[in-house]
C-alpha cells in the first residue's frame, strides 16, 4: 500500500504541467456546448472572410443577376425577386447583421457595467435611481419602443443608426444582472478587508471587482448580442431597417412583400432563415457554455 501510494505520489511530480492552450482545449472539450456554439459561429465568420473570394458580391445589388432563379451550379442558393444572387446576399449581408449586433450589445453591455458596477457597488440614492429605472423599463414591450423609434427616423436610417437604436434598450438586462453580482461581491472578505486597508473606490474596483465580473460579463454580451441580432431582425422584417442594405433582416422583409412562400420561391426565404438559425444556435450555445464558468453550481455539477 505504501509502495503503491510512493509510485502515485511520484507520477503525480513527473507529470507535466499543461500549457494555457492544452488547458483551453481540454475545458473545450468536456464542455460540449461552448465547442459546438464555437464552431458555428466560426462557420459564420468565416463565411464572412472567405466568402467574398468565392463570389461576386457586387451581385448582392438589385437587377445585377436574373431574377427568380432557382439554385443552380451558376446560382448555388438561387436568385430573388429583385435579380440579386442570394448566395452574395448571404456573404455581403452577414457581416452587416454582425456589425449591429456586436455594436448594440457592446454600447449596451458598456453602459450596463457602469451602471451596474457603480449602483452595486456605491449603493445609496444612485443605486435606487438605477433599480427604479430599469425596473420600470425592463415591464415596457422593449420591440414597441423599438418599432417607434425606427418608424419615426424612416427613410434617413442606416446600419450604424440601426445600432444605437437598438443599444438604446440593450443596457437594462446588463445592469440588472452586473449590479446584482456586485452586490455579493462588495460583501466578500477580501473587498472588507481593502477597504479597511485603505484602498480606494476606484482601485478596488478595478483590480477586485472587474476581474471577478469577467465571466458575467462574456456571458452577458454574448446575452446582448443575441438580443441586438434578434431585435434588429424583428424591425428589419417589418420594413423599419435601411432599405438598401442586403443583410439578413431585410432579405426576410423582401421575401414577405414579395410573397416568396405563396409564390414557391423556397430559396428566397429559405436563405435567410437558415443562418439566422445557425447564428442563433450558436449564441445560445456560447451563452450556455459560459454560464458554466460563471454559474458555481453548473462548475461543481460538470
Given at each position: ?7 502515485e505520489i ?169 449590479r446584482s ?17 485603505g484602498v ?103
Amino acid at each position: 500500500m505504501a509502495a503503491a501510494t510512493l509510485v502515485e505520489i511520484k507520477q503525480t511530480v513527473a507529470r507535466p504541467e499543461r500549457t494555457r492552450m492544452e488547458t483551453v482545449v481540454a475545458y473545450l472539450l468536456r464542455n460540449p456546448n461552448l465547442t459546438a456554439g464555437v464552431i458555428l459561429l466560426l462557420v459564420l465568420l468565416l463565411i464572412c472572410l472567405i466568402g467574398p473570394f468565392l463570389v461576386n458580391v457586387d451581385h448582392a445589388r438589385a437587377t445585377s443577376v436574373l431574377p427568380d432563379q432557382a439554385p443552380s451550379r451558376a446560382f448555388p442558393l438561387g436568385t430573388d425577386d429583385q435579380g440579386r444572387d442570394l448566395a452574395a446576399v448571404l456573404v455581403a449581408g452577414l457581416p452587416l447583421t454582425l456589425r449591429i449586433g456586436f455594436v448594440a450589445g457592446g454600447v449596451g453591455l458598456s453602459v450596463g457595467i457602469l451602471l451596474g458596477v457603480l449602483a452595486g457597488y456605491r449603493r445609496g440614492v444612485l443605486d435606487v435611481i438605477v433599480k427604479m429605472v430599469v425596473d420600470t423599463l425592463l415591464t415596457v414591450p422593449g420591440l414597441l419602443v423599438l418599432i417607434i423609434i425606427a418608424d419615426s427616423i424612416k427613410g434617413v436610417i442606416s446600419i450604424n443608426s440601426m445600432a444605437l437604436i437598438v443599444a438604446s434598450l440593450a443596457w437594462m438586462q446588463p445592469t440588472r444582472t452586473i449590479r446584482s453580482q456586485v452586490l455579493t461581491l462588495r460583501e466578500r472578505a477580501y473587498i472588507q478587508l481593502a477597504r479597511l486597508n485603505g484602498v480606494s473606490t476606484r482601485a478596488i474596483i478595478v483590480r477586485e471587482v472587474l476581474p471577478n465580473l469577467l465571466p458575467y460579463i462574456a456571458a452577458s454580451f454574448v446575452g446582448a448580442v443575441a438580443s441586438a441580432v434578434l431585435a434588429t431582425i424583428g424591425l428589419e422584417a417589418l420594413g423599419l431597417g435601411p432599405q438598401d442594405a442586403p443583410d439578413i433582416g431585410m432579405t426576410i422583409y423582401w421575401a414577405i412583400t414579395f410573397n416568396a412562400l405563396l409564390r414557391g420561391l423556397w430559396w428566397w426565404w429559405l436563405t435567410p432563415i437558415v443562418a439566422v438559425m445557425v447564428l442563433f444556435i450558436g449564441l445560445f450555445l456560447v451563452s450556455s457554455g459560459l454560464d458554466e464558468i460563471a454559474n458555481p453550481r453548473l462548475r461543481r455539477a460538470a
